[in-house]
Every structure is written in structure tokens, then in C-alpha cells.
């Protein structure tokens, strides 16, 4: 099995930036792909980025140009730092890690962002 935990969610203004990390640990051998999703209030889960283990990354259209998702391989640790924070890129912020048949989700973390 393959545990994420994310952090760096909070409240910032419109404008401002957050860091968000998530850190594997457990079978992070087996994992092929990671990335970030988010779930805004009466919406549904949609991608903001995703790092593939070859390198390739691809964001959202919503967030490119702001928004940029990186990874250090011996921490097991991916980062999405978020700039030019808007009000509609308040959601919760969820983990995800891709295996060859299996999904891992971490527990979400609330970014808020004020007008």
C-alpha cells in the first residue's frame, strides 16, 4: 500500500501563493505517476497536475502559468506551489498516487482564498 499526507493548505488572499506537499511512503516503488486534484464546494474532483515517473508533467488549463508541480525523489515528496492564487482555486487539495492498477488518495488539505 502506498500512504500520501499532504500539507500546506490555508487562507491567503487573492494574489498570494501556497506550497503543498505530499509525501509518499510504503510500496513508493510501485508508483508510476503522481499529482494533485481538487474538489471545490458543489463541484466535482478535477486534475490541476501531475508529474509522470519519466518526467513528463501536465497541468490544468485552469492553472497554467501560475501553478507548477514538482518532485524530490529521495524524500518521496511531490510539491505543487500555487501563485497568483484566485478565489476559484479555493477546493480541497487532494494527493494522488497511480500504480500499475491501483489509485492512492491522500486526505485532502483546504486551501481558502479570499478576494
Known amino acids: 500500500q502506498v500512504q500520501l499526507v499532504e500539507s500546506g493548505g490555508g487562507w491567503v488572499q487573492a494574489g498570494g501563493s501556497l506550497r503543498l506537499s505530499c509525501a509518499a511512503s510504503g510500496s513508493v516503488i510501485r508508483i508510476n505517476a503522481m499529482g494533485w486534484y481538487r474538489q471545490a464546494p458543489g463541484k466535482q474532483r478535477e486534475l490541476v497536475a501531475a508529474l509522470a515517473i519519466n518526467g513528463t508533467t501536465t497541468l490544468s488549463d485552469s492553472v497554467k502559468g501560475r501553478f507548477t508541480i514538482s518532485r524530490d525523489s529521495p524524500k518521496n515528496t511531490i510539491y505543487l506551489r500555487m501563485n497568483s492564487l484566485k478565489p476559484e482555486d479555493t477546493a480541497v487539495y487532494y494527493c494522488?498516487?497511480?500504480?500499475?492498477?491501483?489509485?492512492?488518495w491522500g486526505q485532502g488539505t483546504q486551501v481558502t482564498v479570499s478576494s
Open positions: 494522488n498516487a497511480r500504480l500499475i492498477t491501483q489509485n492512492y
